[in-house]
């Protein structure tokens, strides 16, 4: 068994950066499992994008981001204190969204030697499951298409980054600049080829944060699926249940994972097929996948023909 290089500090010494809806809660969840790893609970505290920069996210339904975002360097350090793993992660999505930001943030406030961990989905798949996520919600009524049009619009009015469908999917305006601050401390992780052979890409990811490869993860139980609401009703009831932090703690307590996971899953109509707008949106995202392949050094068979 091996350990981590460096010695603990009041900060990570590895990040889960994104993209959002490719796995990333998933690949938390299943990190924080080994027994050489902690990773914050909250999970997605949006830090390394916000830091020092009080933040009001204005679009419908954004009242729940703006309660979880932590912009205040001393609270954030205190998601890590008394811990005792030597491997400490944070993931927030908007750590890749936000170049710009995140990376002065994480030379200050993560460990010197903080490791840089990409999951990324199919362009196209993930704009269209980040839609798909915020319907689930309740909070996105338009179609794809329409959602697609008012992005410029929502960027502009300050909606969060959710609802930036496509500019999410845009990897070659947010990958380089992360491949060129952290170089070999960059993992990067294609979700396709993780659901395809878990076992394998955790290995690699396990050898790359420096802790037992041997360990047996468990990713089995689907999270934080996106779909349209059967019930309008059920969709705020389940709403105001998650705002309410007495009812979440409650329910973390209560109702494991899975079958938290298998009544949400009930609740939403899944669609059969992507609809008819991902096809263009997807040729104008090439850039995004050639950018990836370029980093990886190879084709990522499992985008020829996305599901």
């Known amino acids: 068994m091996t350990t981590a290089s460096n010695p603990p500090t009041d900060g990570p010494n590895f990040v889960v950066a994104g993209a959002a809806r490719s796995g990333t809660t998933a690949l938390m969840r299943a990190l924080g499992s080994h027994p050489e790893v902690f990773v914050t609970e909250p999970k997605e505290v949006h830090f390394f994008g916000h830091a020092e920069r009080p933040t009001t996210y204005r679009g419908p339904g954004d009242d729940d981001i703006n309660r979880t975002i932590i912009t205040d360097p001393a609270e954030f350090s205190r998601l890590f204190a008394g811990v005792d793993e030597p491997v400490r992660g ?22 010197p030697g903080c490791r840089v961990v990409v999951i990324v989905r199919e362009p196209a798949a993930r704009s269209h499951s ?8 309740g909070a996105e009524d338009a179609t794809f298409e329409a959602g697609l049009e008012a ?9 969060h980054h959710m609802w930036h469908y496509r500019a999410m999917s845009r990897y070659e305006e947010q990958l380089p600049a992360f491949a060129g601050e952290f170089g070999d401390r960059l993992h990067l992780i294609v979700m396709e080829e993780l659901r395809a052979d878990p076992t394998a890409e955790m290995r690699r990811l396990c050898r790359f944060l420096d802790v037992d490869p041997s360990f ?5 139980t689907p999270v934080n699926l996106g779909g349209v609401p059967r019930s309008r009703v059920l969709t705020a009831a389940m709403n105001t249940a998650r705002r309410s932090p007495a009812v979440r703690t409650a329910v973390k307590r209560t109702v494991s994972v899975g079958l938290m996971e298998r009544i949400r899953a009930v609740h939403l109509a899944r669609p ?12 104008s995202l090439v850039d995004a996948r050639e950018c990836v392949e370029d980093l990886l050094g190879r084709h990522v068979d499992a985008w020829v023909a996305p599901r």
């Open 216 to 220: 047996q993860f468990d990713l089995g």
């Open 272 to 283: 059969d097929r992507e609809p008819a707008s991902v096809a263009p949106l997807r040729a």
């Open 130 to 137: 980040a839609y798909l996520y915020l319907r689930s919600r």
């Open 151 to 159: 992005e410029p619009d929502r960027r502009r009015d300050g909606y």
């Open 90 to 111: 944070e993931g927030s999505v908007s750590t890749l969204y936000w170049p710009d930001r995140s990376i002065p943030a994480l030379r200050r406030y993560a460990d």
